[in-house]
T-cell receptor, first 112, second 115 residues
Framework: QKEVEQDPGPLSVPEGAIVSLNCTYS??????FMWYRQYSRKGPELLMY????GNKEDGRFTAQVDKSSKYISLFIRDSQPSDSATYLC????????????FGKGTKLTVNP | DAGVTQSPTHLIKTRGQQVTLRCSPK?????VSWYQQALGQGPQFIFQ???????QRGNFPDRFSGHQFPNYSSELNVNALLLGDSALYLC??????????????FGPGTRLTVT
């Protein structure tokens, strides 16, 4: 079993839709949870960062962590064509500069 | 403020050859991590350099080696290239000094094709 599982999609939605992206993990030591966005031929950029369990909101983006279920989610409200990218979940045990363990990534297309 | 830069952008090598990839971290960062991202996969951690020493290493063979220079830039070397080494190689910079920083800034990557 891989440490982090993520449905690779692809996921195609109409503009304005609510998008839900999810990852599960097996290592209960993970405490720091991140979502990265990666456009084609670019490096990943950090979207959201959450420590331990709970919710975090930033504009149209909401990150949720449920440590009891080892399950994290990213919600995108009012999705835009510019949100079309691959979304990667990543996790680490101690945060900071420690190595990140990534999911496979979910390719999202938002159609105008 | 220049972000993380990597060179070359892409290159093609033959099986058995050796390759060197380069990374310059974001200004103010002292730690460089290297990741391998195969097509359709998430990045996998190769190793991390801090103060010119390898600080952490992922599950990669000794064919993968690195170096960090006094100006914090870094090189990734891969010997005896295999077809399976074809991937996007990402460099991420961060800092272990000063205040806690959770963000690792990624460069655009070097796309390596092994034929």
């Amino acid at each position: 079993q891989k440490e982090v599982e993520q449905d690779p999609g692809p996921l195609s939605v109409p503009e304005g839709a609510i998008v839900s992206l999810n990852c599960t993990y097996s290592n209960s030591a993970f405490q720091y949870f991140m979502w990265y966005r990666q456009y084609s031929r670019k490096g990943p950029e950090l979207l959201m960062y959450t420590y331990s369990s709970g919710n975090k909101e930033d504009g149209r983006f909401t990150a949720q962590v449920d440590k009891s279920s080892k399950y994290i989610s990213l919600f995108i409200r009012d999705s835009q064509p510019s949100d079309s990218a691959t979304y990667l979940c990543a996790m680490s045990v101690t945060g900071g500069s420690e190595k990140l363990v990534f999911g496979k990534g979910t390719k999202l297309t938002v159609n105008p | 403020d220049a972000g993380v830069t990597q060179s070359p952008t892409h290159l093609i090598k033959t099986r058995g050859q050796q390759v060197t990839l380069r990374c310059s971290p974001k200004s103010g960062h002292d730690t460089v991590s290297w990741y391998q991202q195969a097509l359709g996969q998430g990045p996998q951690f190769i190793f991390q350099y801090y103060e010119e020493e390898e600080r952490q290493r992922g599950n990669f063979p000794d064919r993968f080696s690195g170096h960090q220079f006094p100006n914090y830039s870094s090189e990734l070397n891969v010997n005896a290239l295999l077809l399976g080494d074809s991937a996007l190689y990402l460099c991420a910079s961060s800092t272990l000094a000063g205040a806690f920083s959770y963000e690792q800034y990624f460069g655009p990557g070097t796309r390596l094709t092994v034929t």
